[in-house]
């Protein structure tokens, strides 16, 4: 029954995803990150992928949200008062820009979540800090997921443990 349950796929990444989201919060808090919660999201969603799909679209999501928290800066210095049409503007210009790198839609994704925490929610900072923080917050949460997922499939300890049970 336990060896069941350790094989469990449910099991093994609830633990993993708990410990990614665990790592990155406590990391988050750690640099009292103003919106902290950032963190862990990211790590969840990471995790929702393979080991080797992480790496790949991790890296897309972090360059994503580069541009995002890049691009609201400099949008906002142009718009500072956003309605909805300049928004909407906005997050069309970031599909073109992610485009014109030859990103994937995760970049786009990310980025665009990334220009809209940044100019739709009331912050008490510039939109440049805003930015620095909702990186910085999304890297760690990303980097506990890959971390985590490193872990899980190269560690010996785990593949001991996975062979015994």
Partial sequence: ??????????????????????????????????????????AIIVMQSTLGQSWDTSKQRLIGTVI?????????FV???????????????????CYALKLTMSAYRLGGVTFAIILLMHHSEVAWRIGFDRFVEVALGICAALLVSFVDNKCPAMKVLKKAA
């Fill in 1 to 42: 029954m336990l060896r069941n349950l350790l094989n469990n796929m449910w099991v093994k990444h609830s633990f993993w995803t708990a410990t990614a989201a665990m790592i990155s919060l406590y990391t988050a808090k750690l640099l009292s990150l103003s919106e902290f919660y950032w963190a862990p999201i990211s």
């Fill in 79 to 97: 718009f500072p008062d956003v309605n909805t049409l300049s928004f909407g503007l906005g997050i069309f210009i970031m599909g073109m820009i």
């Fill in 68 to 76: 995002g928290a890049v691009f609201a800066g400099a949008f906002n």
